[in-house]
């Protein structure tokens, strides 16, 4: 398990092929962002992000849950 800046918020697996996990908010909208800052996707209502699609490489998420709080981590999706 990977934890974050936030010490509430864990994202699993941080090597992902299928799918990453998150854990400890509810999100209500998850933005995913490539290493160059350019915007992949937006999720809303889940908290696992399909990541199969992804090219390998780093991805930013950036996560806003249900108290209108905003979290951020990182995850490394490969193919």
Partial sequence: MSETKDSELF???NLAKEKVT???VEATEV???N???QWVKTV???NEINVSGLPEGVYL???ADIEGKK???RV???E
């Fill in 11 to 13: 994202i699993y697996p």
């Fill in 61 to 63: 998420l950036r996560i």
């Fill in 76 to 78: 490394v999706a490969k």
């Fill in 35 to 37: 290493a160059l800052g």
């Fill in 31 to 33: 933005e995913v962002y």
């Fill in 22 to 24: 998150i854990e400890g």
């Fill in 44 to 46: 809303r209502g889940t």
């Fill in 71 to 73: 979290h951020a981590a």
